[in-house]
T-cell receptor, first 112, second 117 residues
């Protein structure tokens, strides 16, 4: 059974600082997704990473994928309060059914 | 363009009762997914429709859960009879058909919070 872990689960950081959220998974997959969820809202797609070495950036967020290490990172640069949310990674199983396995989420709080 | 909508937003029922959740996907999206997040746990895949066909229902917990997508448009998820452990937030998502080897961008609804007392 595929397991997806995230580290840390809770992160409190000051504005202007940098930090990285890690997503590890236990079986082979070439497709990894990052989502953001604000309290009481739906999940919003951030990044779709489709191959080893893929790197995508949007604003202060940058995501990367190392399929050999089964590791994805979400790097936050110069955090601002608006980035406070819960971030989920999800791995797509290599089967026809498009079954997605989510990590537990990382709750990020950016403090002024 | 309207996003994925879900109804109701909240439902509180007693153990043994029946509840039906509804999901309206984005128009034109053939793929429709149901997920559940039990308090403090991960978001768990329940099942995946392609149009009206169940492509993968490996995540359905047991036969108290029944999902349908008649006509390939909206979907319903019925829980009958509901048990205490069914409490959680039920999310629906939709996506377009995958293009080649590309990824699948899912658009999520706001979820239905189900509380079974």
């Amino acid at each position: 059974e595929l397991k997806v872990e995230q580290n840390p689960l809770f992160l409190s950081m000051q504005e202007g600082k940098n930090y990285t959220i890690y997503c590890n998974y236990s079986t082979t997959s070439d497709r990894l997704y990052w989502y953001r969820q604000d309290p009481g809202k739906s999940l919003e797609s951030l990044f779709v990473l489709l191959s080893n070495g893929a790197v995508k950036q949007e604003g202060r967020l940058m995501a990367s994928l190392d399929t050999k290490a089964r590791l994805s990172t979400l790097h936050i640069t110069a955090a601002v309060h608006d980035l406070s949310a819960t971030y989920f990674c999800a791995v797509e199983l290599d089967n026809y059914g498009q079954n997605f396995v989510f990590g537990p989420g990382t709750r990020l709080s950016v403090l002024p | 363009e309207a996003g994925v909508t879900q109804f109701p937003s909240h439902s509180v029922i007693e153990k043994g009762q029946t509840v039906t959740l509804r999901c309206d996907p984005i128009s034109g999206h053939d793929n429709l997914y149901w997920y559940r997040r039990v308090m403090g746990k991960e978001i768990k895949f329940l099942l995946h429709f392609v149009k009206e066909s169940k492509q993968d229902e490996s995540g359905m917990p047991n036969n108290r859960f029944l999902a349908e997508r008649t006509g390939g448009t909206y979907s319903t998820l019925k829980v009958q009879p509901a048990e205490l452990e069914d409490s959680g937030v039920y999310f629906c998502a939709s996506s377009q058909v995958r293009s080649g080897l590309g990824g699948v961008e899912q658009f999520f609804g706001p979820g239905t919070r189900l509380t079974v007392l």
